[in-house]
């Protein structure tokens, strides 16, 4: 009896001991082999502060077609630090005043002095100089939209057009790059071409989350750039410079960008069809021209 | 008979005699006051002091960049991209080794600040990349007593601009580490390791003459181990600066 209770003391002893040593004592080994002891990350690129101008300009050269006259025009205005910006779609016909050559149809401006004049002339009409012009044309687009795999586009109401080729239903469409370029080019649509301009400024947009949805790292950056190097003529960017827009691009929320088309009206000037320009686009140049962005319109 | 009492002393005229059953709680205590004490003193830094962190690793295994893909894209309207020219190859994997050791290897080496790493970035990201020091570099473990290299991969794409020239490159780099702890000692070395798992998309452009950090996405995994093999380093190691000249070619 006795010598049982001297084992109870001893073994609550050990129990105690073994709990203050356990207190101090370091975990098993095969608890904590392996553990995560830091992650630390830092990410940096370069990109511009300031709003930022492109002028996007898309023109009718093909085989068999003289010239090169804008057939899309669209000045595309980015906020870096507001994350937001504007796509202002400008119909090919706006009558306006061409540095050196008087009044014309916008488009011809590109005829007469290529992405230079094209720039000096949307100053001309905006008050507003695009710090760069990329330009493609029917081929560039249709095998630019083909390399990226197509582009889905919400198709706004259904066209069935002969000329344009343009036959959707009123739903989201995954098109190649012909079918892009019909929906861009259809002016058989109400609206006619002042909605033919939104549409490619739809397309662009589209695009635009299509490349955000395949791939944003620096490596799909990368090849997209490429893919634009081979079929559009950038003027007066650096690779750096593009990249950073580039970066710039893939970075902007698509529905953070206002699609808008130049208020104007049908006129006629020379015996020939003409967009004119509405007196409220001044104040429209002037909301866009501070910060790239639409706060009144 | 039962003896009552298993031990008796006589001390002054006293006599102390003991049960069982009391020697063996008196036992027990004085184990546990023993074992408590000296577990405190322990913890309140009565551990016997470690010998200052050893200057410059003693021990050093380089793995020297294997790219493993190269991706060209872009080029001359209207052609179709080129390969990547060996000598192309060898220079981007160079400019990339070069970074890795000023920013990661030489100062857990010498346990010096990391001096040449911001000559590795342009002018540019420069600022950025001292502000992001304690992500881009690895000083924090240093000095280290050995540094090995598990492995030091990367896959490039090359944008080649419409002049044909390589404009940009895109590096996904993947370097991983093992590392002797600063503090730890000869007789420990075996259980103060760190693996250190450093993956990082660097931008690089052609900037005075060398191809230079424009963009970084950087993410270090650092991994306590208490198991780090010996064999993971060479050791002894024989000549640190041949291998180290040897990973930067």
């Known amino acids: 009896m006795r010598s049982h209770r001297a084992l109870r003391a001893l073994a609550v002893s050990v129990t105690v001991l073994l709990g203050v040593a356990g207190r101090f004592l370091p975990a098993p080994a095969e608890r904590a082999a392996i553990r995560i002891d830091k992650v630390r990350a830092a990410s940096y690129e370069p990109r511009p502060d300031g709003v930022v101008f492109v002028l996007v300009v898309g023109n009718d050269y093909r085989p068999g077609v003289d010239g090169k006259r804008a057939d899309a025009i669209h000045l595309v205005g980015v906020n870096p630090k507001q994350g937001r910006g504007t796509m202002l779609n400008i119909p090919r016909d706006t009558w306006v005043a061409i540095p050196g050559w008087g009044m014309n149809k916008i488009n011809a401006a590109n005829t007469f002095g290529g992405p230079d004049l094209m720039a000096r002339t949307i100053r001309s009409l905006t008050g507003i100089m695009p710090d760069f012009v990329v330009m493609t044309d029917f081929g560039g687009f249709t095998s630019m939209v083909d390399e990226l795999h197509g582009v889905r586009v919400p198709v706004p109401f259904p066209m069935d057009d002969a000329n344009s080729g343009a036959r959707f239903p009123a739903r989201r469409v995954k098109m190649s790059g012909a079918e892009a370029l019909a929906f861009s080019r259809n002016r058989h649509i109400p609206g006619g071409d002042f909605r033919r301009s939104q549409h490619q400024g739809l397309v662009i947009l589209s695009a635009l989350a299509e490349l955000r949805h395949d791939g944003r790292t620096p490596a799909d950056t990368l090849h997209y750039l490429g893919v634009l190097y081979r079929h559009a003529e950038v003027q007066g960017v650096t690779p750096r410079e593009l990249y950073a827009l580039g970066r710039l691009a893939l970075s902007l929320d698509p529905r953070r960008v206002r699609n808008v088309v130049l208020p104007g009206g049908i006129g006629q000037a020379g015996g020939q069809s003409i967009v004119t320009v509405a007196p409220t686009a001044q104040g429209l140049f002037a909301d866009l021209r501070d910060d790239g962005v639409l706060q009144r319109h | ?249």
């Open chain 2, 1 to 249: 008979m039962v003896h009552r009492h298993c031990c008796a002393w006589q001390a002054g005229g006293v006599r102390i005699r003991l049960r069982k059953r009391h020697l063996a709680a008196l036992v027990a205590l004085l184990l546990v006051a023993g074992v408590t004490g000296a577990l405190l003193v322990i913890r309140r830094g009565g551990e016997p002091e470690l010998p200052p962190p050893v200057p410059v690793a003693t021990a050093y295994r380089a793995a020297p960049l294997d790219i493993t893909k190269v991706t060209v894209v872009g080029g001359r309207p209207g052609t179709r991209p080129r390969t990547l020219g060996s000598g192309l190859r060898r220079e981007l994997a160079a400019a990339i080794e070069r970074h890795l050791q000023a920013a990661v290897d030489e100062p857990l080496l010498s346990g010096k600040r990391a001096r040449a790493y911001e000559k590795t970035f342009t002018a540019t990201a420069r600022p950025r990349a001292r502000h992001d020091r304690g992500v881009l570099t690895d000083e924090a473990l240093a000095p280290a007593t050995a540094v090995a290299r598990r492995g030091a991969t990367a896959e490039l794409t090359v944008l080649v601009g419409p002049d044909g020239k390589p404009a940009i490159v895109s590096a996904e780099v993947r370097l991983r580490l093992a590392v002797i702890a600063p503090r730890a000692t000869a007789a420990d070395r075996a259980t103060e390791g760190f693996e250190v798992d450093r993956r990082a998309t660097l931008v690089l452009v052609p900037e005075r003459g060398e191809w230079r950090v424009e963009a970084y996405d950087v993410v270090v995994r650092t991994q306590r181990t208490r198991a780090l093999p010996l064999d993971a380093f060479l050791w002894p190691f024989p000549d640190l600066t041949t291998d180290r000249n040897d990973a930067a070619r």
